[in-house]
């Protein structure tokens, strides 16, 4: 009993003697944490402090952060000339290629995972293979078929090419294989048809992956440049990104303060988007993490 207690008390003494430099680490590393935090906001501090600035105060030195008077107008006068358009344009083609890969690569991924057909893997790395070939490639044949369906210039030359994704392909089925196929057969011992197995069994098991996917789709289409530079010559069907390339670039001086103004509006839609599945975000990224 006696040796129990010194080694207790040893313990405690070790503890309490190693705790104030453990408190000291993890204040540093907040310091730390913080200090970078910051600096990563300046950026966006002085682009909603230059939206409200006059433009002859823009680039004058020291930076006025707070402006003495601020131009709200930066705000409203885009939405005159058509952002409002833009801004349409982007959330129906990014809301649409956002809800149709979480539909058809949680498929394909379900399909790829647990079920046993000739030809299974090789349509798997044929898939996979694409990722290997860079944008610039595919970019004039797409365009070309796109342009024999007559859907340059609408939504659907927009929106169908995005309609499914590689990557959301073989994340799904990574995460389908990590779900035990015991599931599967209880299910249909239980009678469940395979359209329930997959809706009310499966997709229930992978949401922290299908959050993640939803915010990696929804940022890809919201940001997403080329592609729409390529199949879109009517301003009625510009997208944020075109319209600020666009709209600005036209004028002999462009309105910085204007630019930064609609920079900083389209960045709201991405952010709504992390925050709202933020959670799923992250569970998703431990378990892949965890799945090596």
């Given at each position: 009993?006696?040796?129990?207690?010194?080694?207790?008390?040893?313990?405690?003494?070790?503890?309490?003697?190693?705790?104030?430099?453990r408190s000291i680490g993890y204040v540093a590393l907040y310091v730390v944490v913080v200090a970078g935090a910051a600096f990563m906001l300046v950026p966006f501090v002085y682009a909603l402090s230059g939206s409200l600035t006059p433009e002859r105060d823009l680039f004058t030195t020291p930076i006025k952060w707070i402006p003495a008077q601020p131009q709200w107008q930066n705000y409203v006068v885009p939405f005159e000339n058509n952002y409002a358009r833009y801004f349409l344009n982007s959330a129906i083609v990014s809301l649409i290629q956002t809800a149709s890969p979480l539909l058809?690569?949680?498929?394909?991924?379900?399909s790829l995972a647990k079920f046993n057909y000739p030809g299974r893997t090789f349509v798997f790395v044929f898939i996979l293979s694409t990722i290997m070939l860079p944008l610039q490639v595919t970019l004039i044949p797409a365009f070309l078929i796109v342009k024999q369906f007559g859907w340059v210039d609408n939504y659907l030359g927009l929106i169908v090419p995005g309609l499914a994704t590689t990557f959301g392909t073989f994340l799904m089925r990574q995460f389908f294989l990590g779900v035990p196929s015991e599931y599967i057969d209880a299910a249909r011992i239980d009678g469940a048809s395979e359209p329930a197995i997959y809706w009310r069994i499966m997709l229930p098991m992978i949401r922290a992956p299908l959050g993640a996917l939803a915010i990696f789709s929804f940022t890809g289409s919201w940001n997403s440049f080329l592609w729409p530079l390529v199949i879109i010559n009517d301003d009625q069907m510009r997208t944020i990104p075109l319209g600020i390339v666009f709209y600005f670039g036209a004028t002999r001086v462009p309105e910085y303060g204007q630019l930064l103004a609609v920079s900083l509006l389209a960045t709201l839609p991405v952010l709504a988007v992390f925050l709202l599945m933020q959670r799923e975000f992250m569970k998703g990224a431990a378990l892949s993490g965890l799945k090596g």
């Open positions: 009993m006696q040796t129990t207690r010194s080694v207790d008390f040893s313990r405690v003494r070790t503890a309490r003697q190693a705790s104030p430099w058809l690569c949680s498929l394909a991924g379900y």
